[in-house]
């Protein structure tokens, strides 16, 4: 066992007794607390901005990750837990986050979703340039890269699958989601054909990121993906991969390396130091935006993307 992965197999075992007695406490789970509302649980906020926008005010949403922290780690206290438990419906990614993962298998029955079981997930080494000894969070995660949320296409279908399963908690609503997921699907649309002509033109392709996180994205407009680390945010890469980010850089000619809002930048600071380039944030919206939304965060990191690769 690694270092890293200790407090993981601390934090499974922690959770697997905190699910035990949230479940002895249970009548069976998902009673709900507001009889005029689905009462959904959403792992991490891409997901509950899906449940808000497709459920309007038929739902009421509880996020389990809290605003500010890294969704990879997240352990659950016994009050989350037994969030899961009384939840109508709960939505979240399997293999994501081993916590969720854990809380779900004994608390979730019939009212869990899995996103990921809509479209099959990338395989992390598609990701974009893979090391040796960079497989971070893949190996956690069956190999598969779970940030599909980036790419807005597959975004809308997840919705599309949400609505229906809103609609089996509340079948008198049921018209009313599936027009709420209709209408996002379309503003998706809009956003992924504001993306495809944005970074057509570009004259550079590649993006050198702190984390492998934008694999969906690069693989849907074209862009190749340069990852200082693996799927892991706070992995400390090795000397050696520092130095072949940084020559990798230098060879595309890269001005901008880009760190995210969760994670220091120090590791991002240091490749543009030393290949003489500026750094700038590229939200893989794992957490709330500070201002915004999904579709604010999506459309700035657009922005920061054409002025990077200089897009015309």
């Given at each position: 066992?690694t270092v890293r992965s200790a407090p993981r197999a601390l934090a499974a075992?922690?959770?697997?007794?905190?699910?035990?007695?949230?479940?002895?406490?249970?009548?069976?789970?998902?009673?709900?607390?507001?009889?005029?509302?689905?009462?959904?649980?959403?792992?991490?906020?891409?997901?509950?901005?899906?449940?808000?926008?497709?459920?309007?005010?038929?739902?009421?949403?509880?996020?389990?990750?809290?605003?500010?922290?890294?969704?990879?780690?997240?352990?659950?206290?016994?009050?989350?837990?037994?969030?899961?438990?009384?939840?109508?419906?709960?939505?979240?990614?399997?293999?994501?986050?081993?916590?969720?993962?854990?809380?779900?298998?004994?608390?979730?029955?019939?009212?869990?979703?899995?996103?990921?079981?809509?479209?099959?997930?990338?395989?992390?080494?598609?990701?974009?340039?893979?090391?040796?000894?960079?497989?971070?969070?893949?190996?956690?995660?069956?190999?598969?890269?779970?940030?599909?949320?980036?790419?807005?296409?597959?975004?809308?279908?997840?919705?599309?699958?949400?609505?229906?399963?809103?609609?089996?908690?509340d079948p008198g609503r049921a018209a009313e989601f599936t027009a709420r997921?209709?209408?996002?699907?379309?503003?998706?649309?809009?956003?992924?054909?504001?993306?495809?002509?944005?970074?057509?033109?570009?004259?550079?392709?590649?993006?050198?990121?702190?984390?492998?996180?934008?694999?969906?994205?690069?693989?849907?407009?074209?862009?190749?993906?340069?990852?200082?680390?693996?799927?892991?945010?706070?992995?400390?890469?090795?000397?050696?991969?520092?130095?072949?980010?940084a020559q990798e850089a230098r060879e595309h000619g890269a001005t901008t390396?880009?760190?995210?809002?969760?994670?220091?930048?120090?590791?991002?600071?240091?490749?543009?130091?030393?290949?003489?380039?500026?750094?700038?944030?590229?939200?893989?919206?794992?957490?709330?935006?500070?201002?915004?939304?999904?579709?604010?965060?999506?459309?700035?990191?657009?922005?920061?993307?054409?002025?990077?690769?200089?897009?015309?």
């Open positions: 066992m075992a922690t959770a697997a007794l905190l699910t035990l007695g949230a479940a002895a406490c249970s009548e069976g789970g998902g009673g709900g607390s507001d009889p005029e509302r689905v009462d959904v649980v959403a792992a991490f906020y891409p997901l509950q901005f899906l449940a808000e926008q497709i459920g309007g005010d038929a739902v009421k949403v509880t996020n389990l990750t809290k605003p500010g922290a890294e969704p990879h780690d997240l352990e659950l206290n016994p009050r989350q837990v037994g969030q899961v438990s009384d939840a109508e419906l709960v939505v979240f990614l399997a293999g994501f986050q081993p916590a969720v993962d854990e809380a779900v298998q004994q608390n979730g029955g019939d009212r869990a979703f899995d996103v990921a079981t809509v479209q099959p997930l990338r395989d992390a080494a598609d990701g974009g340039h893979q090391h040796e000894g960079e497989s971070g969070h893949a190996e956690e995660s069956g190999g598969k890269d779970p940030h599909v949320w980036l790419d807005p296409t597959r975004l809308a279908t997840i919705g599309d699958r949400l609505a229906e399963r809103l609609g089996k908690a997921a209709k209408t996002l699907r379309a503003t998706l649309e809009k956003l992924d054909a504001d993306y495809a002509a944005g970074l057509r033109t570009c004259p550079r392709r590649e993006i050198v990121t702190s984390h492998t996180a934008f694999g969906y994205l690069t693989a849907r407009y074209d862009l190749e993906q340069v990852g200082i680390t693996g799927l892991t945010p706070d992995a400390e890469p090795a000397p050696q991969r520092l130095a072949e980010v390396i880009f760190f995210e809002t969760l994670v220091s930048p120090k590791v991002a600071e240091t490749v543009a130091r030393e290949v003489g380039a500026k750094t700038a944030v590229l939200d893989p919206i794992e957490g709330p935006p500070a201002e915004g939304d999904y579709l604010s965060a999506m459309r700035a990191n657009l922005q920061t993307l054409r002025t990077a690769l200089d897009c015309s």
